[in-house]
């Protein structure tokens, strides 16, 4: 085979590899959203999640199975005060929040999910716990608690893992999602819309103190001092239920200079 | 008077041998003078946090065990599942200082890590001291940064 047969043959598996991972990730549309509040570099910040998943014929997405985020380099999440308290699946599922201490709660936001029906489908727009769960091989662990009423009742738990990064400290946060059935029996709910944070904005944890309870506000992750080249990157990849997978990033633009 | 001298002589011989012996035994005046001996640390220190720089959190404390006395600790994330570690101690005397690496993980107010130092130098009373399979141990109180640490192991001197 001379030397530009062998290049065309490989411009041929380059091509044809290529084709296969776009139409894997072909059938559901997704686009993250990032944000830290503040964007101060240098200083504790909540991050702002959320993602939006579309079909791309315009009918309901498949439901999300699994989610794995990644997180840009440089954040310290390691020296922030958030989830001083673990807070067990068990109890949560038995108790809901109130099976938790307060100081175990990472974030919250609200969820957007399509409820399939016969031919017909409804909405529901549960809400989302963040909460510091039991380590996994020495791993940081995420519960997430939805907790859903109409028209679908329903608690569910499910846990993400997170994973170390590098020496500058990235990581990824791996999360499986249950299928949620809508009715006994019947097809699973579809995600379609996820807005959540991790960090202290609107979380007060309690601490004693000389025999009293006093409440304060925990240290959340922290930005470095110097912002990377174009910003902090995210991008997040999810796996559906209908077997495909798509990944979408997401930048959070560095702060201005004051 | 005779006598005298005899005893003198005597007792002469006595002390240059004595003297010799001394010598001989401690290796007076080379270089080959150490005599190394091995000593089993067992420490626990209890540590604040004097200041955070980065991913580094340094810390001063008093040591007690073994070896007593004042500690310093430069405790370095690297991961989110590894830190490593500086140690200097300061007991009467002299010096210690170490390096180490250890495994790290967060659970609920605590951070927890796990893993080895190795003694590098010394100074005073410490100055020939070495170790390299020191267990290093100890968590970190993630409200406040406090850390308590566990040093054990044997230390030759």
């Not at chain 1, 290529?18 to 240098?42: D, R």
């Not at chain 2, 989110?80 to 005397?93: A, K, L, M």
């Not at chain 2, 406090?146 to 001197?157: I, P, W």
Request: proline share 6%; hydrophobic share 40%.
């Amino acid at each position: 085979m001379t030397v530009f047969a062998r290049i065309a043959v490989l411009w041929a598996v380059v091509l044809t590899c290529a084709t296969m991972s776009v139409a894997a990730g072909a059938t559901e549309i997704v686009t993250l959203h990032t944000s830290f509040s503040p964007e101060k570099l240098g200083a504790s910040t909540t991050v702002g999640f959320g993602f939006d998943i579309a079909n791309a014929d315009g009918g309901i997405p498949s439901p999300l199975e699994g989610l794995s985020l990644h997180l840009p380099s440089g954040i310290d999440y390691l020296s922030t005060t958030l989830g001083l308290a673990i807070c067990r699946p068990a109890a949560l599922l038995a108790h809901g929040l109130d099976g938790c201490s307060p100081n175990s709660r990472l974030g919250f936001g609200s969820a957007y999910v399509e409820v399939p029906f016969g031919e017909n489908s409804a909405h529901e727009i549960p809400d989302v716990q963040a909460l510091m769960g039991p380590p996994h091989d020495g791993n940081i662990v995420v519960v997430f608690y939805a907790d859903g009423h109409e028209p679908v009742y329903a608690q569910i738990v499910f846990e993400g893992e997170l994973i170390a990064g590098s020496e500058t400290l990235g990581g990824s946060l791996d999360t499986a999602v249950p299928l949620i059935p809508s009715v006994a029996g019947g097809p699973p709910v579809s995600i379609v819309k996820v807005r959540t944070t991790i960090g202290p904005a609107g979380l007060t944890y309690y601490e004693h103190v000389h025999g009293h309870t006093v409440s304060f506000h925990p240290v959340g992750v922290s930005l470095p001092t110097r912002c990377p080249l174009g910003g902090f990157r995210f991008s997040a990849q999810f796996a559906f239920a209908d077997g495909t997978s798509t990944t979408a990033t997401s930048t959070v633009p560095c702060p201005r200079r004051r | 008077m005779q006598r005298i001298s005899r005893v003198s002589s005597a007792t002469i011989v006595a002390v240059l041998a004595c003297i010799a012996g001394v010598m001989q035994m401690y290796g007076a005046g080379s270089a080959s003078a150490f005599v190394s001996r091995s000593l089993a640390l067992k420490e626990e220190a209890k540590l604040h946090l004097t200041s955070k720089t980065g991913f580094t959190l340094n810390e001063q404390g008093v040591v007690v065990g073994t070896v007593k006395g004042t500690i310093y600790i430069h405790l370095r994330l690297t991961s989110n599942s590894s830190v490593v570690s500086e140690v200097n101690i300061y007991p009467p005397g002299g010096s210690l200082s170490g390096l180490g690496s250890a495994s790290y993980h967060v659970d609920g107010g605590f951070a927890v890590f796990v893993g080895g130092l190795a003694v590098t130098r010394g100074t005073g009373s410490y100055a020939h001291a070495h170790g390299s399979d020191l267990r290093f141990t100890g968590t970190i109180q993630r409200r406040g940064d406090a850390v308590a640490v566990q040093l054990s192991g044997l230390l030759t001197v």
